[in-house]
C-alpha cells in the first residue's frame, strides 16, 4: 500500500509539471492543479507517517491543512484523498478518460452497490 | 449475432411490432406472457446478439447494440418499436439514427435521466438481501452468463410485483442471457438522458408504460422522464419493473390501443 502511494506520488507530481492553469469544474467551481496536488502529497506524508509510527491520525494531523480539513481517522482520510484526487482529475480534465477507464472489469467494485440491470 | 423472430403473424399488410428486451443482456423471454393478448399485427422478438445462441465471441457495446437492433429490423416495414427499461433506451436510439421504416415506438420503464437511474440504484441499494450480495460477488469474481443469470434471478423481488416474483424469478432462470451485453453496454446505456431532448424535435406516435408497483423506478420518476419526451403516460395498476410480464394483458391492451389508433392496416 505505501509503495501504492508513493508511485501514485510521483506519477501526480510527474503530471502535474507545466500544469499551472486554472480549469472551470463542472460544480466545484474554479479547481487549482497546484492545490490540489500539494492536498495529495500532503495526504500521502500524512499516510506514510501513521503507517510507519503506528499512531493515530490525530497525532500527525497538523502536517495536513486544507481550508480548515481535518483528517482525524482512517474514514477521514479516505474521504478526503478520493475528493482531492477526483478535484485532481477534474483539474487535468481528464473526467472523460476516468469515465472510460472505470468501466474497465477490475474497476466494477468501484460503483458501489451494483444491480444486474435494467 | 442479433436477429428477429417472428412469433405471431396476422397478415402481411399489418402493422409490425417488434419487442425489444431490457438488461442489457437479457432476451426477449419475458414478453411471452404479452402474446395471447397481442391483436391485430404482427408480432417480432428481437434477440440481441449473445441471446440467441451464446455470448461467444462479437463486439457487445452500446452503439454495437443499438446498430445490431438497426440492421435486424431493416428489412421490416411499418414498424413500432417497443422497448422493456434498457430496450426502450435503445428503440429510441435507433428512432433518432433512423426512422425512415419505424412510426411509433413504446417504451415499458425506461430510464432515461440521472434521477431516473440514481432511483434504481439507491432503491436497489437500500433492499438489497446478503444473498443478492453474495451472487453479486459471485458474477465480479466470475463474469459468466451462468453467475450473471443466477444473479438476476435472485433479484427478482426487486423487479416484479410481489405476487409474480417466483414466476419472475423461474423466468429468469430460464433465460438465455448474455453477460458481455451486460458488462460492456451498460454504463453507455445510463447516460442517454439528451436522448429525450432528440426525441422532442422528432415527433412520432409514442406511448410510455409504468408499472404501479415498480420497486425500480416508481411512476412518479417515469412520469417526467416521459413528459420530458413528450410520450403519451399510462400506468399499469399492480405491474412491477416488467410491466408485461406482470401484467400482460393490461399491458397489452394498452399497446393493441395504441396500434390501433395509429391507423394500423390489417
Same mark, same amino acid.
Not at chain 1, 501513521?50 to 480539513?69: A, H, L, R, W
Given at each position: 500500500?505505501?509503495?501504492?502511494?508513493?508511485?501514485?506520488?510521483?506519477?501526480?507530481?510527474?503530471?502535474?509539471?507545466?500544469?499551472?492553469?486554472?480549469?472551470?469544474?463542472?460544480?466545484?467551481?474554479?479547481?487549482?492543479?497546484?492545490?490540489?496536488?500539494?492536498? &495529495?502529497?500532503?495526504?500521502?506524508? &500524512?499516510?506514510?507517517?501513521?503507517?510507519?509510527?503506528?499512531?493515530?491520525?490525530?497525532?500527525?494531523?497538523?502536517?495536513?491543512?486544507?481550508?480548515?480539513?481535518?483528517?482525524?481517522?482512517?474514514?477521514?482520510?479516505?474521504?478526503?484523498?478520493?475528493?482531492?484526487?477526483?478535484?485532481?482529475?477534474?483539474?487535468?480534465?481528464?473526467?472523460?478518460?476516468?469515465?472510460?477507464?472505470?468501466?474497465?472489469?477490475?474497476?466494477?467494485?468501484?460503483?458501489?452497490?451494483?444491480?444486474?440491470?435494467? | 449475432?442479433?436477429?428477429?423472430?417472428?412469433?405471431?403473424?396476422?397478415?402481411?399488410?399489418? *402493422?409490425?411490432?417488434?419487442?425489444?428486451?431490457?438488461?442489457?443482456?437479457?432476451?426477449?423471454?419475458? $414478453? !411471452?406472457?404479452?402474446?395471447? /393478448?397481442?391483436?391485430?399485427?404482427?408480432?417480432?422478438?428481437?434477440?440481441?446478439?449473445?441471446?440467441? %445462441?451464446?455470448? *461467444?465471441?462479437?463486439?457487445?457495446?452500446?452503439? %454495437?447494440?443499438?446498430?445490431?437492433?438497426?440492421?435486424?429490423?431493416? /428489412?421490416?416495414?411499418?414498424?413500432?418499436?417497443?422497448?422493456?427499461?434498457?430496450?426502450?433506451?435503445?428503440?429510441?436510439?435507433?428512432?433518432?439514427?433512423?426512422?425512415?421504416?419505424?412510426?411509433?415506438?413504446?417504451?415499458?420503464?425506461?430510464?432515461?435521466?440521472?434521477?431516473? @437511474?440514481?432511483?434504481?440504484?439507491?432503491?436497489?441499494? %437500500?433492499?438489497?438481501?446478503? !444473498?443478492?450480495?453474495?451472487?453479486?460477488?459471485?458474477?465480479?469474481?466470475?463474469?459468466?452468463?451462468?453467475?450473471?443469470?443466477?444473479?438476476?434471478?435472485?433479484?427478482?423481488?426487486?423487479? $416484479?410485483?410481489?405476487?409474480?416474483?417466483?414466476?419472475?424469478? =423461474?423466468?429468469? $432462470? /430460464?433465460? =438465455?442471457?448474455?453477460?458481455?451485453?451486460?458488462?460492456?453496454?451498460? %454504463? !453507455?446505456?445510463?447516460?442517454?438522458?439528451?436522448?429525450?431532448? =432528440?426525441?422532442?424535435?422528432?415527433?412520432?406516435?409514442?406511448?410510455?408504460?409504468?408499472?404501479?408497483?415498480?420497486?425500480?423506478?416508481?411512476?412518479?420518476?417515469?412520469?417526467?422522464? /416521459?413528459?420530458?419526451? *413528450? @410520450?403519451? @403516460?399510462?400506468?399499469? !395498476?399492480?405491474?412491477?419493473?416488467?410491466?408485461?410480464? *406482470?401484467?400482460?394483458?393490461?399491458?397489452?391492451?394498452?399497446?393493441?390501443? $395504441?396500434?390501433?389508433?395509429?391507423?394500423? =392496416?390489417?
Amino acid at each position: 500500500m505505501k509503495n501504492l502511494f508513493r508511485s501514485l506520488a510521483v506519477v501526480l507530481a510527474v503530471g502535474a509539471m507545466g500544469q499551472t492553469f486554472y480549469v472551470y469544474a463542472q460544480e466545484a467551481g474554479i479547481i487549482s492543479i497546484e492545490k490540489e496536488e500539494q492536498a &495529495l502529497m500532503d495526504l500521502i506524508e &500524512l499516510k506514510r507517517q501513521v503507517d510507519v509510527n503506528g499512531e493515530p491520525y490525530t497525532i500527525f494531523n497538523d502536517s495536513f491543512k486544507d481550508d480548515g480539513e481535518e483528517i482525524l481517522n482512517e474514514e477521514d482520510f479516505k474521504e478526503s484523498f478520493t475528493t482531492h484526487a477526483l478535484r485532481y482529475i477534474q483539474a487535468i480534465e481528464a473526467e472523460e478518460t476516468l469515465r472510460e477507464v472505470i468501466q474497465r472489469p477490475e474497476f466494477r467494485n468501484l460503483y458501489g452497490r451494483d444491480n444486474p440491470g435494467i | 449475432m442479433a436477429k428477429v423472430v417472428l412469433k405471431k403473424q396476422t397478415s402481411q399488410l399489418a *402493422d409490425n411490432l417488434v419487442l425489444v428486451p431490457g438488461g442489457p443482456g437479457l432476451s426477449p423471454l419475458s $414478453f !411471452e406472457p404479452l402474446l395471447a /393478448s397481442l391483436e391485430g399485427m404482427n408480432v417480432y422478438f428481437y434477440y440481441p446478439t449473445g441471446t440467441y %445462441e451464446g455470448s *461467444d465471441g462479437g463486439n457487445f457495446s452500446y452503439t %454495437e447494440q443499438r446498430d445490431d437492433l438497426l440492421e435486424a429490423i431493416s /428489412s421490416l416495414t411499418n414498424i413500432t418499436l417497443c422497448g422493456h427499461s434498457f430496450g426502450g433506451i435503445l428503440a429510441v436510439d435507433v428512432f433518432l439514427n433512423d426512422s425512415s421504416n419505424i412510426d411509433s415506438f413504446i417504451c415499458i420503464a425506461s430510464p432515461f435521466s440521472q434521477a431516473a @437511474f440514481e432511483s434504481v440504484n439507491e432503491r436497489f441499494s %437500500e433492499h438489497e438481501t446478503n !444473498e443478492q450480495k453474495t451472487k453479486a460477488e459471485s458474477f465480479q469474481d466470475d463474469p459468466t452468463d451462468n453467475t450473471y443469470r443466477e444473479w438476476f434471478a435472485s433479484c427478482a423481488p426487486h423487479y $416484479f410485483a410481489y405476487n409474480n416474483a417466483k414466476q419472475g424469478e =423461474k423466468m429468469l $432462470f /430460464s433465460d =438465455k442471457v448474455s453477460s458481455k451485453a451486460f458488462i460492456e453496454a451498460r %454504463e !453507455e446505456a445510463s447516460q442517454k438522458e439528451n436522448l429525450l431532448e =432528440k426525441l422532442q424535435q422528432k415527433p412520432c406516435k409514442k406511448l410510455f408504460l409504468a408499472g404501479e408497483k415498480d420497486n425500480l423506478l416508481p411512476p412518479e420518476v417515469l412520469r417526467k422522464d /416521459s413528459k420530458h419526451g *413528450d @410520450f403519451e @403516460f399510462k400506468m399499469i !395498476e399492480g405491474a412491477g419493473h416488467f410491466v408485461h410480464f *406482470d401484467c400482460p394483458q393490461a399491458s397489452a391492451e394498452q399497446i393493441n390501443n $395504441f396500434i390501433s389508433k395509429k391507423g394500423g =392496416k390489417s
